[in-house]
């Protein structure tokens, strides 16, 4: 089985050293950014099945095409947890990384010491990144998380659908994917106190699928206690919104357009496309007033006029308009192009596959995209030999007894 190798003193990241025992989305996607910024990450998964993720979603010619972003640039080693030489291995795994990625639930986690007192045991130094449904210190902590109910739990999805209407939830792992992501800033953050902190004893971020979401919708809590309120949907024109104009409206040809405004100029703009007086729509007071108006106006003035037309004249309005792009529209987009945020890479079962570049981009010491999910255990001699330095010997009997 071949094994790519990485590029060389890539990324921001490139030396750090990460372990991720999570699955599915949201630890997995906190070890991917990590990974893109050129971390050495090793995603353990059990001999034999491998990560659930690995039979998410379509597939081509039986080959499951999630796992092929959600996996890039990882190194793939397989490891039974429930055998005690398999938790041994482990525990090396963990004396070896700098991060260690944990998503299971407290108890199994405290069963095979990959909990934080027994990850901060075998390596002081260690920053553990957990994540759980309802967080490590809650009466709930043992209980399973997926991210739509994080999602339901946090009062985004009370707030997204039209007015009258359900719930939405959005059309991805929102909930999962926020997670990682917030997971990966608090790993930047404990790695900053970690290179200039001399008396560093390890840390543990501790982060419940519902909270980064939580702390996104900046003004829920503020407006529920200093006003008594309790927003609710209000569709695409936002139950809180910044200014008069926001929603999405459709053109004559069929295509979705979402207008926004954030300012009182920005409004004024709007009110002067359509043709009406601004003194009518001089204060912030006014506008909102006129709210409703507005909104059935710019409906059907866009509903009377072509796509290109409409994009045209709020472009030279200096209105912010875009059309709702599908995925077909990205992908053909020349910005997108521009900034090279759709990219190729060749997978040794798929051949060349097109994916998300590597995101934020640093223009100094740029990460990079060498590699999609790899096949089940393609690391397990470069990781357990190379990097943690086991005996070939030793490797064939954990082989032998299916440890890996």
Known sequence: MTQA???????????????EFAHVVAGPMAGSMLADQGADVVHVEPPGTGDSARTMGPAKDGVPLWFKVSGRNKRSVTLDLNISEGRNLARRLVAWADVVIVAMRAGKLAQWRLDWPGIHRVNPRAIVLQISGSGATSTAANEPGFGKAGEA???????TGLAGGPPVHTGFSHGDAITGLMGAFGIGAALYRRANDPDFDGEWIDLALFEPLFRLVEWQVIVHDQLGTVPERAGNQLPVAPAAVINTYQSRDGDWLTVTSATRRSVINIVRLLGLPTDEYATTEQQLAARDSLDRRLHAWIADRPTQECLKAFADAEVTASKVYSVADICADPVYAERGDVVTVDDEELGAVRMQAVIPQFRIAPGRLWRAGPPLGADNDLVYRSWLGVPAT???????????
């Open 153 to 159: 739990r946090s009062g985004v999805v009370h707030l």
């Open 394 to 404: 030793e490797l064939g009997q954990l082989r032998a007894r299916g440890v890996i």
């Open 5 to 19: 190798a990485a590029p060389a003193g890539t990324g921001q990241l490139t030396g750090l050293k990460v372990v």
